[in-house]
């Protein structure tokens, strides 16, 4: 009986996540999660204390800090400088579309995919208007590079810092498999936009982008470009990443001698109580042991080669992503990594498969929304317009990185 409880709740939970909006009810999908972590509680899967210790206070410690730096960051106008200054520079629109997806993809790797996506929009949409382009194709690139570029550290998106915690993968050498997988994939979604759009995209040049420099608050900007780098120094020493992170974001709001008021504000907290309600959610389907069941089904779909296991797990991943959204199959998938036969490898390719199933259709990533969002009303992106870009893109990134862990998987583990 407690079985068929946790699993109307999970079902309910992720039916009300993967369609985002349930016709005739106000509820979202943090909403969803928050029902689904009161239900398990009322219909007595589990008590209130066991809930309240099912919340992975790591995940949600190590987004807080970030989410305050970065809050401080975006204050002293560090991402409208930088994306200006290299934006500007700007020759045609092949070279416009280059260094925009490397720019987002990169930063994106260091500051969480979502938070360039806010900052860049705006200023990609000023840009094409000043030079006369269709935003269209360089709005998808901005999203689908956002995301692509997030799969290569541990702090790129919400999904790899869940993986960061569960895994134990040290954030340096988590860099060094990811970085190729990342910048292929980016050279990939480059050379696909640019086919895909080659009457928009050319490559004579413009005329020089005459753009209004961004204020910067320089003090600001130092100290917490200071404060990044000491964060950056320390993931890569090896020291925990929540407690990195929180230092990081308690040291910025000491030295930036500002109102904290103003970069709480900017820290999403309801992306907080969406990864706590999910975790309560998980928790009470492991602890009836229906996580157990689902894996004991699926599994021998993997097969019992580590070959295999790359490709099938990737494309599982990339579908199970689209229905439930990735960072709930992350948590899901969490307790099935080892039973893998290389389940370290495996950790790499659930960030791989997870991120870059964000790209496949609008409502893939929080990303996309957020670029189609603030772009609508100037140049509205249909469902099918980003698809036709999205398939290929995500096929073809998932591809590269599945021969790339392949290869991983036969020299390197």
Known sequence: MMVFKALFVFVLTYLLISTREVPGIKLDRPAGALLGAVLMVLLKVMTLEEAYRSIDFNTITLLLGMMILIAYLRMAGFFRFL?????????????LLISLVFLSGILSALFVNDTICIMLTPLLLTITLIARL?????????ATSANIGSVMTLTGNPQN???????????????????????????????????MFRKEIRWDAFDELHLISPRVSPRLLAKSLLVSVLVLVGFLAGFEL??????????????????????????????????????VVVE???????????????????????????????????????????VPFVMLAKDWIGK????????????????????????????????LELSKNVAPI?????????FPVTLLSTLAGILIFILYSRYLF
Do not use: C
Not at 242 to 263: E, M, S
Not at 346 to 365: K, Q
Not at 382 to 390: I, K, L, N, P
């Open 83 to 95: 994306s200006y200054w290299l934006l500007s520079h700007a020759k045609s629109p092949f070279h």
């Open 382 to 390: 249909g469902f099918w317009e980003y698809f036709r870009v999205g």
């Open 340 to 371: 893998f036969i290389n389940s370290q490898l495996m950790w790499l390719v659930l960030a791989m498969s997870s991120t870059f199933a964000g790209n496949l259709t609008i409502v893939g990533s929080v990303a996309n929304m957020i670029v």
């Open 161 to 195: 810092m869940l993986i960061g915690v569960f895994s134990g993968w040290h954030y340096g050498k988590f860099i060094l498999y990811m970085l190729p997988v990342g910048l292929i994939s980016l050279l990939i979604n480059v050379l696909v936009i640019a086919f």
């Open 134 to 142: 269709n935003p269209v194709p360089f709005l998808i690139a901005l």
């Open 242 to 279: 929540p407690l990195v992170a929180i230092v990081g974001g308690v040291a910025i709001i000491i030295l930036a001698n500002k109102r904290p008021i103003l970069a709480f504000r900017q820290v999403d907290w309801v992306l907080l109580l969406f990864f706590s309600g999910l975790f």
């Open 284 to 326: 009470g389907v492991n602890k009836v042991g229906l996580v157990e069941i689902i894996h004991e089904k699926i599994h021998p779909l993997f097969g019992t080669s580590s070959t295999w296991q790359i490709i099938s797990f990737s494309f599982f991943s990339v579908i199970l992503s689209n229905l439930v959204s990735n």
